[in-house]
């Protein structure tokens, strides 16, 4: 069975508190469940947990039963991640502002704002461009 680690915060002798082995912002985290006992009375050992965020920005954790091992299973999944095709958009470069206008003004606009509002949007967004 795994050792159980201490935490992240440590206070030091002068009464600082300094947080040790954290990650960068954005690179998910890497902590330890502690062994639990179901009510059936069934023991889990403890075990390592690693988060990230998948493909749609979800927060997603895998698990191992050591730290090595949980961090090496995040990093399969995060290239699996990046290996995925790229989902395309339906604007490129060439994509004009008067077509942008339009697409937003039926998918976005229409359901955020009342019709009076949604017309006149409509005429401003059909001003000649100078």
Known sequence: MPRQPRGKRSTTADGD?????????GDGSVYFEPASTSMAGKVRAGYWRASYRDAD?????????????????????????AAMPAV????????????????WLDSVARHQVKTSTLDSYRKFAGYPRQ
């Open 17 to 25: 508190v300094e947080v040790v082995a954290k990650n960068s912002n």
């Open 57 to 81: 920005g979800k927060r997603r954790t895998v698990s191992g039963p050591t730290r090595v091992q949980a961090e090496a299973r995040r990093e399969v999944k995060l290239a699996e991640i």
């Open 88 to 103: 395309g958009s339906r604007f490129s470069h060439d994509t004009t502002i008067t077509e942008l206008t339009d697409w």
